[in-house]
């Protein structure tokens, strides 16, 4: 009886600790960048989300967050949010804004926007282990006990957001595209969570882009 307990609960963790992996995080799903583009650092960076969310803590979280990693590596970046409103770009010509960012002394705008955000509902089993056990396998009563509980236990519904960024980073100086990044996060516990993830994956991809170097 000992031995099926500890190979149940190891069962059971390995389980819990897959359906966490599979259930939350970032991931690259694909990136492209200028053949031998490399960031200087004595060049500044501006981040700049453009995310609709009604508290607007996405928003800055991704920026901030996006600022300090960069600046870890030994970039000058800024969030836009500590120099720009939402509303101080809307609505210029494309050389007025341009020059009204350069005036900042910024050199290169890195822009994540949030391109599209989706609900999906699924059922949860009450007992989702799928093992296999073998010790309840090969015994009638274990393994008539473990399947009725799993068959008659209700299970649930629960809903999940996926929500679909990309970022591209622009020089300022020949308004020229110098590398783009697109992810996917599934059903992030907060925005700070995800804000910290996503600019984890991000600056992780431009590292093996060698747009950045490792610190």
């Known amino acids: 009886m000992k031995n099926e307990m500890k190979f149940l609960s190891v069962g059971v963790l390995a389980a819990v600790v897959l359906f966490l992996a599979s259930c939350s995080g970032t991931k690259v799903t694909s990136s492209w960048k200028e053949p031998e583009v490399k960031l200087d650092q004595q060049q500044k960076i501006m981040v700049l989300a453009l995310v609709n969310d009604r508290q607007d803590a996405l928003r800055k979280n991704i920026e901030a967050e996006m600022t300090a990693l960069l600046k870890q590596r030994g970039y000058d970046a800024v969030p836009a949010f500590a120099t720009y409103r939402k509303e101080d770009l809307k609505g210029l010509s494309e050389q007025n804004a341009i020059n009204k960012i350069r005036r900042n002394n910024i050199d290169q705008v890195l822009t994540i926007v949030m391109k599209d955000k989706s609900k999906e509902k699924s059922y949860v089993p009450s007992n989702g282990f799928y093992g296999p056990f073998p010790m309840y396998y090969g015994r009638f009563w274990p393994y008539y006990g473990m399947m009725n509980d799993r068959i008659y236990r209700p299970g649930y519904y629960t809903t999940n957001t996926r929500y ?3 970022g591209n980073l622009y020089s ?17 516990s907060s925005a700070a969570r995800m804000a910290v993830v996503y600019s984890q994956q991000v600056v992780k991809d431009m590292t093996r882009q060698q747009l950045i170097t490792k610190r």
């Open 172 to 188: 300022m100086k020949d308004n020229k595209l110098l590398y783009s990044v697109q992810t996917e996060t599934f059903d992030p």
């Open 164 to 166: 679909f960024l990309e």
